[in-house]
């Protein structure tokens, strides 16, 4: 038989395979049963079944009762994926719900613990184990251990990127000395050696330029950490304020315009933004930015006050 017939059978035979009615799509699981089951701890049962009947629920109260039954069934049977996707999906459809938030921050935390405790277990002497105990060290302004942590780190992968910026920071932390700067300085340098893509070193460095009142090598700093990071609003409002203090205000415009693009609630982009409008002749724009600057600070004292009245549990009815 010609080999285009072969091919026109092949052709007329995959065409009707596919007209060929197949068995019944399964049907969804029911929400609600799966809600119940993954309440009352029938975890293996529901959660393979849990995304798949989220998905197809349209009552909001359902799909909370889902959600948080399937992310307590995933941590329970140690499924890591699955609580995160779960926690991702619950963010996405929740975003402002305090018992969502309230949970992903207790699952966060519990995965971050136990993917330490896995590292510890599995690896013990890898120097990620060092890593995390800096780390921790760090968060309870232990700078002295932290710093050997670091140190042990480095002995082990000496060029590794970002331990000598950690490095660096950590002796900025520190109560000051007369060599404190000097040694910080050193740190990120190395940083910069080992890792030149590293905007926080440049962007670190920098400032400790423009404290120094040395504006050439601040700007040429900060211009480098703009571009390593273009989200990076900090460097664009040191690199505006070097300019400034360079008395180069028409320069100053445009990195200060950018950070209060990136961060429009700042009152610090808007007031030096302001100042290189006035000194510019720009009178109404100065004046536009000096109101933002305004409202800017009143949010962020008003933010600051609802902070302290939370923790301290002033403000509102006493009962």
């Not at 926690?87 to 996405?92: D, F």
């Not at 277990?121 to 921790?136: D, K, M, R, S």
């Amino acid at each position: 038989m010609p080999m285009r017939y072969l091919i026109a059978v092949f052709a007329a035979l995959s065409i009707a395979s596919a007209q060929t009615p197949g068995r019944p799509a399964a049907a969804p699981p029911d929400p609600a049963k799966i809600a119940h089951l993954l309440e009352t701890g029938h975890c293996s049962d529901a959660l393979p079944l849990s995304k798949r009947a989220y998905a197809h629920s349209t009552d909001a109260d359902l799909k909370r009762r889902m959600g948080t039954g399937a992310v307590h069934c995933a941590m329970a049977l140690n499924d890591t994926v699955a609580a995160a996707d779960f926690i991702g999906i619950l963010n996405r459809d929740f975003p402002s719900d305090p018992d969502i938030l309230y949970l992903a921050v207790h699952t966060y935390s519990d995965l971050s613990l136990r993917a330490s405790q896995t590292l510890l277990f599995t690896n013990p002497g890898a120097y990620q184990v060092h890593e995390l105990n800096a780390e921790a060290m760090e968060t309870q302004q232990k700078w002295d251990e932290a710093a050997e942590e670091y140190r042990a780190v480095l002995q082990a992968n000496p060029q590794l990127p970002g331990i000598h910026y950690r490095l660096g920071r950590l002796i900025l932390s520190k109560p000051e000395t007369p060599t404190t700067k000097a040694d910080a300085r050193k740190e990120f340098e190395e940083e910069l050696r080992i890792n030149p893509s590293n905007a926080g070193a440049e962007f670190v460095l920098a400032e400790l330029a423009r404290q120094n009142e040395n504006y050439p090598e601040a700007v040429d700093r900060f211009t480098r950490a703009t571009r390593l990071d273009a989200m990076f609003a900090d460097a664009f409002i040191g690199l505006g304020r070097s300019l400034l203090d360079s008395d180069r205000a028409a320069d100053a415009i445009t990195p200060l315009v950018r950070a209060t693009k990136l961060q429009p609630e700042n009152p610090t982009a808007h007031f030096l933004l302001a100042n290189a409008y006035r000194r510019c002749g720009r009178q109404s724009d100065a004046n536009r930015e000096t109101e933002a600057h305004r409202v800017t600070s009143e949010k962020a004292r008003q933010t600051t006050d609802d902070l302290k009245k939370a923790v301290t549990g002033t403000g509102g009815n006493q009962r």
